[in-house]
């Protein structure tokens, strides 16, 4: 499993680039492993999410998974993690900087010195179980008014639904 976290110029940005990315990985793995098909079923998991509150909880969940997994001790030592980058001052030409993450801070020192404080500690398990939610239901991540707003924009709902069938109305019948 792998997460990114995107801001797409266009509405169709990321799932270009997630198709792409697939039928990329499935040549590569198929060319080297002397196979066909595919390699696994369904489509990438994505959310919407309000970036005033949660892009930042979202960076730490990305980038605290393989703390979380046991990968590494520190999300720093992680090679595919965006921390290099935002807390450490690293270079990397795939990151470019979220304008909530330059209003961290006025320098690069102090941004990175911001970013670096937002990780002393651990996400709350509501918040993780929030954002494993709203990805894996392809929800709006952020507040009813957010995700009211979003629901009108795309027409659809984008919160859980309550969970069984729809109760059935009364209907008048007549007495036996």
């Known amino acids: 499993m792998f997460h990114l976290l995107f801001t797409p110029e266009k509405s169709d940005s ?18 080297t492993y002397k196979r ?18 949660y892009l930042l909880r979202c960076r730490r969940y990305i980038e605290l ?18 921390y290099q980058v935002n807390g450490q001052g690293n270079s990397f030409d795939l990151v470019s900087p979220h304008p909530l ?45 957010f995700q009211q707003e979003i629901s009108e924009m795309l027409g659809r709902r984008v919160t859980p639904g309550k969970a069984g069938r729809p109760r059935k109305k009364n209907s008048t019948r007549p007495a036996q």
């Not at 997630?18 to 198929?30: C, D, E, P, T």
């Not at 918040?127 to 507040?143: H, M, P, Q, V």
Request: charged share 30%; aromatic share 10%.
């Open 36 to 53: 066909s098909g595919t390699l696994r079923e369904g489509r990438f998991r994505a959310s919407i999410i309000q970036q005033d509150v």
């Open 101 to 145: 993450y330059q209003s961290l801070g006025r320098t690069a020192s102090k941004r990175q010195d911001a970013y670096r404080e937002l990780f002393r500690r651990e996400l709350e398990p509501g918040e993780i179980d929030a954002i494993r939610k709203a990805t894996s239901g392809n929800f709006a991540l952020g507040n009813s008014r």
């Open 14 to 31: 990321v799932g270009n680039l997630m198709k792409r990315l697939g039928q990329r990985y499935v040549q590569y793995v198929n060319r």
């Open 65 to 82: 998974y393989p703390v979380r997994a046991g990968i590494v001790d520190h999300p720093g030592e992680y090679r595919w993690s965006s």
